[in-house]
């Protein structure tokens, strides 16, 4: 059974850090490109950052970049990402996910595998 879990949410002041992550079991990823979405209440998930298969090739959205960090290690056959500078507007819950293809790309419908989500909350 495939299995996304994220770690590293939680409650943090505006200014703050975090750094997420996303293991995977059941099978491997490393030849896929791998993201992270976040959906806030009462809005539609939304695209935050993704990687190509290799780990050179990185996307974000425009309201994280700058600020957020996305990285993988295939051998851990793992994803991150580090979130700086947060502001109270990144609360949301966090998804990684795994796409169909080996570029990264920034549609939701692009990616097969989901991961249960965790909190981040910034406070201000």
């Known amino acids: 059974q495939v299995q996304l879990v994220e770690s590293g949410g939680g409650l943090v002041q505006a200014g703050g850090s975090l750094r997420l992550s996303c293991a995977a079991s059941?099978?491997?990823?490393?030849?896929?490109?791998k993201g992270w979405f976040r959906q806030a209440p009462g809005k539609e998930r939304e695209f935050v950052a993704a990687i190509d298969w290799s780990g050179f090739s990185t996307t974000y959205a425009d309201s994280v970049k700058g600020r957020f960090t996305i990285s993988r290690d295939n051998v851990k056959d793992t994803v991150s990402l580090q979130m700086n500078s947060l502001k109270p507007e990144d609360t949301a819950v966090y998804f990684c996910?795994?796409?169909?293809?080996?570029?990264?790309?920034?549609?939701?419908?692009?990616?097969?595998?989901w991961g249960q989500g965790t909190q981040v909350t910034v406070s201000s």
């Open positions: 996910a795994v796409s169909q293809r080996s570029q990264s790309t920034t549609s939701p419908y692009d990616y097969s595998y």
């Open positions: 059941g099978r491997t990823f490393s030849r896929y490109a």
